[in-house]
C-alpha cells in the first residue's frame, strides 16, 4: 500500500533569467514499510527530491500526497503538524539542541505535540538505543556515534509513519556507521518506512530499493533479492554507469 506517491513533481529556483530547475517532472511512489535509497551524483537533486517528499520544500509543480493526503500546497501550520505527528528526520549533523540534555532532546518532540507519558516514553527509547546512562548528558559531552543515536532516537519517539535520512552516515566512521544502519535496518523490519539519501555505496546496500537520480531525473532504480553482498555490487556497477567519482557531496 503507498504511503508516499509524488505526481509529476517539479522543483526551480530563482527567477527570471536565473530560473533553474533542480528537479525535472519527477512521479514516485513509496510503499508501507519499504526501505528506500537515492543516490546519484553530487548536484544531481537527490537531497532537493527528499526536502520536497519530506514537505522541507514545496515544489513548484505537481502533487505530493501523504496517506492519501495532498500536501505540496499545505499551509505551514499544517505542515508542522504533520512533520510532528507522521515524520521524523536524521540528518548528517545531528541538529542536536546544544543547551538541551539528551533527555530533553528525546523528549523535545513530544513536548511539542503536548503527548502524554513522556518521561515513559523517553526510558523506553533510550533504553533501545543504549542511551540509558547518557541522559543527563548535553551534545558536547557525546561521541559522534552517541550524538547519531540520540538524533535517530528524537525522530524514533513520536513513531512516526516515515524517517527521512539524509547522509545519516556521512560523520560516522565504519563501526558506527554500521551501527546505525543495523538500527535503520531493524525499523524497517518492524514495518517502519524510511527514505534515506546516500552517496555511499555501503549504506545503500541495506535498502531494499534505490532510485538514482541523474540530472534532476530519476535514471534508474535497483531491487535487492535479500542478499545484501549481491546488492552491493550492482550498486557498484550502478555508480560506475552514471559516474562514480561523481558520488561525493
Known amino acids: 500500500m503507498p504511503i508516499l506517491v509524488g505526481e509529476n513533481v517539479t522543483k526551480s529556483i530563482g527567477s527570471g533569467s536565473q530560473l533553474r530547475e533542480i528537479i525535472h517532472p519527477t512521479s514516485f511512489v513509496v510503499e508501507k514499510g519499504e526501505f528506500l ?4 551524483p553530487s548536484g544531481a537533486g537527490k537531497s532537493t527530491l527528499l526536502k520536497v517528499m519530506s514537505t522541507m520544500l514545496t515544489p513548484t509543480g505537481g502533487k505530493v500526497f501523504l496517506n492519501g493526503e495532498n500536501i ?15 515524520l521524523g528526520f536524521v540528518f548528517q549533523d545531528f541538529n542536536l539542541v546544544e543547551n538541551l540534555t539528551v533527555e530533553d532532546n528525546l523528549a523535545l518532540p513530544l513536548v511539542i505535540g503536548k503527548k502524554e507519558n513522556i518521561l ?42 516515515i ?30 518506512t524510511i527514505l534515506m539519501v546516500t552517496h ?23 531491487f ?26
Open 37 to 40: 535509497g537515492i543516490m546519484g
Open 72 to 86: 505540496a500546497r499545505l499551509k505551514e501550520k499544517a505542515l508542522g503538524e504533520i512533520r510532528n505527528e507522521q
Open 120 to 161: 515513559e516514553k523517553v526510558t523506553k527509547m533510550s533504553t533501545v538505543l543504549g542511551l540509558k546512562n547518557l541522559l543527563k548528558r548535553y551534545p558536547k559531552e557525546l561521541s559522534i556515534g552517541q550524538k547519531q543515536r540520540v538524533a535517530v532516537g528524537r525522530a524514533l519517539i513520536n513513531e512516526p509513519d
Open 163 to 192: 524517517i527521512f535520512a539524509d547522509e545519516p552516515t556521512g560523520s560516522l566512521d565504519s563501526k558506527n556507521a554500521t551501527e546505525l544502519l543495523r538500527y535503520l535496518e531493524k525499523i524497517n523490519q518492524n514495518q517502519g
Open 200 to 222: 555511499d555505496a555501503y549504506t545503500a546496500s541495506f535498502c531494499q530499493r534505490i532510485l538514482f537520480i541523474k540530472d534532476g531525473s530519476i535514471f534508474s532504480e535497483l
Open 224 to 249: 535487492s533479492n535479500g542478499n545484501r553482498q549481491e546488492f552491493l555490487k550492482k550498486i557498484l556497477q550502478m555508480q560506475a554507469a552514471v559516474g562514480g567519482d561523481l558520488f561525493r557531496d
